[in-house]
């Protein structure tokens, strides 16, 4: 079985900075995608960032230029340096890695972690 476990979040004033950490444990043959999403209230859930496994990212737009993602391999493990924090950000963050387990390709969730942006 594998599971991620996500640290980092919490209360922060707006300008902020935040750091994420997600990191996968378990039977790991390889990861591919990994990413973060986030959900405020009353919304849909969302990518924020996401890297390939050959270290190509991609960002929403509104967090383009704000926010780093970025994974190490051998620890299977992805990251969110989160920059200049807005009101908007505030929500429930989650991992997401698309692990090669067992001969298997399944896409695994951390438990979500939240931000609250406030003054």
């Known amino acids: 079985q594998v599971q991620l476990v996500e640290s980092g979040g919490g209360l922060v004033q707006p300008g902020g900075s935040l750091r994420f950490s997600c990191a996968a444990s378990?039977?790991?043959?390889?990861?591919?995608?990994m990413g973060w999403y986030r959900q405020a209230p009353g919304k849909q859930r969302e990518l924020v960032a996401g890297?390939?496994?050959?270290?190509?990212?991609n960002y929403a737009d509104s967090v383009m230029g704000r926010f780093t993602i970025s994974r190490d391999n051998a620890k299977n493990a992805v990251y969110l340096q989160m920059n200049s924090l807005k009101s908007a950000d505030t929500a429930i963050y989650y991992c997401?890695?698309?692990?090669?387990?067992?001969?298997?390709?399944?896409?695994?969730w951390g438990q979500g972690t939240q931000v609250t942006v406030s003054s």
């Open positions: 997401d890695e698309d692990v090669w387990s067992s001969l298997r390709l399944r896409d695994y």
């Open positions: 890297v390939s496994s050959g270290g190509i990212s």
């Open positions: 378990g039977s790991i043959s390889r990861i591919n995608t």
